[in-house]
């Protein structure tokens, strides 16, 4: 067995990173392709009905209640005080749509993206506001 773990330590690994910046460059052609409508691709997996993926934070209808704060379970969303708008650390986040709930004006909603993988736990992906 050692000659064998010996051996993995100058082999690449058989994974591939996930997170979207590492896609191969020819992958992200073909995305930017189906942004423009030049090539279509299907989504590799249909989110079912109320699915609770990533916040979408409607800034400008937000009144600043902080009621939003006061159910988040995890301590997801922090106030900010200068603008008295919110700021959501999706690294946080259990997707318990509570703070959409609670809200009063309906700014916050679950959206049905879900790739959200990253390597950096502050990263701007993962930050809503
Ligand atoms: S979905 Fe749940 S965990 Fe995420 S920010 Fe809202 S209340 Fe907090
Ligand atoms: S509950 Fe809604 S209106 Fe109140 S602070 Fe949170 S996002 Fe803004």
Known sequence: MLPQLLAQLFKKPFTNKHPRK????????????????????????????????KIVYEKEKCIGCKLCLKVCPSEAILFK???????VYLARCTFCAQCNDVCPVSCL????????????????SLIVE
């Open 22 to 53: 590492y896609i191969p460059f020819s992958s992200t052609t073909f995305f930017k392709d189906v942004r423009s409508g030049k090539a279509t691709m299907a989504p590799p997996i249909k989110t079912p009905e109320r699915f609770r993926g």
């Open 109 to 124: 909603h679950m959206s049905e993206e879900f790739l959200l993988a990253d390597t950096e736990k502050y990263s701007p």
């Open 81 to 87: 005080d200068d603008e008295k708008k919110i700021k």
